[in-house]
């Protein structure tokens, strides 16, 4: 009986570990290997890269040897890269011809990434990760004085030391405000940064290099966004990996939305024939970049394929240990404190050197995480705690400090007493809400039942989740992330199930992915990434029946039945006849009219059948939807900037316009506010909003993630001194990447606090562009601009779209439910119950 060909692409640390684990199963006599290696070496060690520089060999850093191979009878073709996989035929095919498989191992690793930064194909800009990369630098650096590593993660500062090793003066800029962003926080990246500069490596954070040019005193000159620069006579880009995928993506597997190929809990692919491992395999929308769950994908599909039906990879730990150009660093698990409720012990001994801060639960129990650098005595101790879930002693302090000193906790549902309000508009608390878990409420749905919380404004919603989501959880519940229970998926898995595979309605969405009839949270949801993705018409007929009541007739209903008017006016800048006709509409319909503090005006109390006449009046004077009903841009708020104000360096007003116009529409998972100031006095109030823009000297200064409303939140300093181009490509990429990855009913503001990473992950993805998909991001913004439409516009030029707006469908248009109204300070508003001057409309 012949055997079947296994066929693995790939011979590296992983693929060679998964054929050591594979060889030793009885499965290993079922198979014909065959190994495809695009170097010519033989796997070797690269967590010891910097080792080549101090003399080692690629016989010291191997990880087999031929004679291995051929005593377990696999033919190792090395140099032979493979060019192209045919499925239906199971072949392979590589410059030397075609081979067959039964079952092909993808086991390709990763690239570096260099960012798109011009002049960065001089010869002497060079990578970091294999041992030609290695030979190439080290020929570079013969006579050269000065090395520069772009990059101040762990590959960076493991090539800092290279350079160093081959006696020169090294040099490493960070575009974060400090080393490690991933594994550090600030005082760590201090500690780190000191330490490193002591052992005779300049440290450069937050520089962005804008170019690469000739030097002057030296081969090249790096020019950065804060027009200081750096000489130098050789640059080492080490600034992040990026999944090996392209043979899997030309073979239309399925792939990450920012890369890497999709694998199960059993490491197989979308062909139950091929299968990945290692940094080029995406499980769970992760890529771990690191050897150790490497390896532990390679045990599981060597299990899997020696028919191990129990067999499943689900994840792996983290955290790291490392010695960097001599220093101590170690991270493990929740080092940011990214858990809801955790607390800190931070211990930061300056004159020894030594920084060390533990990440608790909010009960004091379990350690959650924890950041060292400069001793890494006490970090087995440490992992030990988090990976088993070991109770901590009563004062955990003892476990790193010599004498307490703790740290804030962060904000979350655990810090927050029982008698907080979660939901004002029913007064329900905290307290309300563990009762009706404890009743036996036990899902989301059920507490907003038993308590109505979020039935009111649904301001509360986010809040809502976090506390029901908590303390199910201490209670031994099982938390679903899934958008309800038609969908097995959070919002930005059906995100990218919409754009991956171009699904244009919900029908095909809940058949194809979902289950039953949907609900009043999964249709909205749908909705909004509908119309973000291919920006059709909120009435279109499929879109109608998704809508809450708001958006299905584009104006918000008030307390007494009516609806309110909100004509779009960008930056607040109106005409003198626009005004007019806002006072004529407002008076011949009796609406009650208000300034808001978003720079507009809003009508209030027109009827339903009155929105479309009342619309046609305003659009024929030049005016546009505000799309107050929509969770999308509401207003861009501004001050009159330099063009009045004495103050003002740039022309704000202009700017708000601009931004105004060109977001317009854009659907989001929660409601969008953005302000412009001309000068530091802030007039603009920029800093409160989802987007700030506050101008300066130079350009423009760029705020993230700030809001108002319940949980006010201070903006974060994005980007400094941005001209006109800079800022919009920026708020464009920040703007697409919250919209594909954040939840539903999201602001940016708790958005940016649950990525991993925070403000510096999102800055590495925008500015860095980390994971590859900023050219995706501005396309799709250019995308929905050029193809925005004013939806009461198309509303009303559709006799089909102004039926939806009759009373009765057997009404004539002018029909109008009896209202109840009273007046004050000179306007007509609804009259509450204990009115009893309330008279009839």
């Known amino acids: 009986m012949s055997k079947k060909q296994l066929i693995v692409i790939g011979n590296g640390m992983v693929g060679h570990h998964f054929l050591e684990q594979l060889v030793a199963t009885p499965a290993a006599e079922e198979f014909d290997i065959t190994v495809f290696g695009e170097e010519k070496l033989l796997a070797y060690d690269r967590v010891h890269l910097s080792e080549y520089f101090s003399g080692s060999t690629h016989a010291d850093l191997a990880m087999g040897t031929a004679d291995w191979y051929n005593e377990n009878h696999i033919e190792l073709r090395l140099g032979e890269q493979v060019s192209g996989i045919d499925r239906d035929k199971k072949t392979i095919t590589t410059p030397m011809g075609n081979y067959r498989y039964d079952e092909l191992v993808l086991a390709t690793g990763s690239y570096p990434f260099v960012p798109p930064i011009k002049g960065n194909e001089h010869p002497h800009c060079l990578v970091y990760r294999t041992l030609e990369d290695l030979d190439s630098i080290r020929d570079c650096a013969a006579g050269a004085r000065t090395g520069v590593v772009v990059g101040g993660g762990l590959l960076g500062l493991e090539a800092a030391n290279a350079l160093k090793s081959l006696g020169l003066e090294a040099h490493v800029v960070e575009f974060a405000p400090r080393l490690m962003p991933v594994q550090l926080d600030s005082d760590g990246g201090a500690l780190l940064k000191r330490k490193i500069e002591e052992l005779g490596v300049q440290v450069h954070t937050e520089k962005a290099t804008t170019g690469i040019v000739d030097g002057e005193d030296a081969c090249l000159r790096m020019n950065f966004s804060d027009d200081t620069h750096l000489e130098t006579d050789l640059i080492v880009f080490s600034a992040g990996i990026r999944p090996q995928d392209a043979l899997a993506r030309s073979s239309d597997l399925a792939m990450g939305e920012r890369g890497g190929i999709v694998i199960n809990d059993q490491c197989t692919t979308s062909d139950p024939h091929i299968h990945a491992i290692g940094e080029c395999a995406l499980w769970s929308e992760k890529i771990f970049g690191l050897v150790a769950p490497g390896y532990t994908m390679a045990r599981t599909l060597a299990a899997v394929l020696n028919g191990d039906k129990e067999a499943a990879f689900t994840g792996a730990d983290m955290s790291t240990k490392l010695k960097l150009l001599g220093v101590d660093v170690g991270s493990i698990g929740d080092a940011h404190a990214q858990t809801p409720g955790a607390r800190n012990i931070r211990f930061n001994d300056e004159q020894a050197g030594h920084y060390r801060r533990m990440v608790i639960s909010e009960d004091g129990k379990k350690l959650l995480g924890a950041i060292l650098v400069g001793d890494n005595s006490h970090y087995d101790t440490l992992l030990q705690y988090a990976l088993n879930g070991i109770e901590l002693p009563e004062q955990p302090e003892t476990l790193i400090l010599p004498e307490s000193q703790g740290g804030a906790p962060t904000l979350g549902p655990d810090a927050l007493p029982e008698t907080a309000s979660i939901c004002s508009c029913h007064n329900v608390s905290k307290g309300d809400i563990c009762g009706a878990i404890d009743a036996g409420c036990g899902d989301l749905g059920s507490v907003k039942a038993e308590t109505r919380a979020s039935t009111g404004c649904g301001g509360c919603a986010p809040l809502l989740k976090n506390v029901v989501d908590s303390e199910l959880e201490k209670r031994g519940v099982e938390v679903s992330k899934d958008i309800c229970e038609h969908f097995p998926y959070s919002r930005q898995d059906l995100f990218n199930i919409v754009k991956v595979n171009g699904i244009r309605t919900f029908q095909t969405l809940i058949r194809d992915h979902g289950k039953g009839h949907g609900c009043d949270i999964c249709k909205p949801a749908v909705a909004s990434i509908l119309a973000t993705c291919w920006n059709e018409h909120i009435l279109a007929t499929d879109h109608v029946p998704l809508q809450d009541t708001n958006d299905t007739f584009m104006a918000n209903m008030q307390r007494n039945g009516t609806y309110s008017i909100v004509p779009r006016v960008p930056g607040g800048e109106i ?258 119950v204990s009115e009893s001057e309330a008279e009839p409309a």
């Open 575 to 832: 005409t003198p006849d626009k005004l007019i006709v806002l006072g004529e509409v407002a008076k011949e319909y009796n609406l009650y009219t208000k300034i808001t503090g978003g720079q507009r005006v809003d009508l209030f109390g027109a009827t339903l059948s009155q929105l479309p006449e009342i619309w046609e009046k305003l659009i024929a004077a030049g005016f546009e939807t505000g799309h107050a009903y929509g969770k999308s841009l509401r207003t861009v708020k501004s001050c009159v900037g330099n063009t009045w104000c004495r103050y003002g360096v740039q022309d704000s007003v202009g700017m708000a316009i601009f931004l105004e116009n060109r977001y317009k529409g854009l659907r989001s998972p929660h409601k969008i506010k953005m302000a412009v100031s001309g000068c530091t006095r802030e007039c603009a109030e920029a800093q409160s909003k989802d987007i700030g823009v506050i101008a300066t000297e130079n350009g423009w200064n760029l705020y993230v993630c700030g809001n108002g409303g319940m949980r006010p939140r201070h903006a974060d300093l994005f980007a400094t001194d941005l001209n006109d181009e800079e800022l919009i490509r920026t708020i464009d990429r920040v703007l697409m990447f919250y919209v594909r990855t954040a939840d539903r009913l999201q602001r940016t503001s708790v958005w940016m606090e649950n990525l991993e990473g925070g403000l510096e992950y999102l800055k590495e993805v925008v500015q860095e562009d980390s994971l590859g998909i900023g050219t995706e991001l501005d396309q799709h913004m250019a995308d929905l601009v050029d193809t925005y439409q004013c939806e009461w516009k198309t509303a009303v030029e559709d006799p089909q779209k102004r039926k939806r707006f009759r009373e009765f469908v057997n009404a004539p248009e002018q029909s109008d439910p009896v209202q109840h109204w009273t007046t004050e300070r000179g306007q007509r508003r609804p009259a509450l």
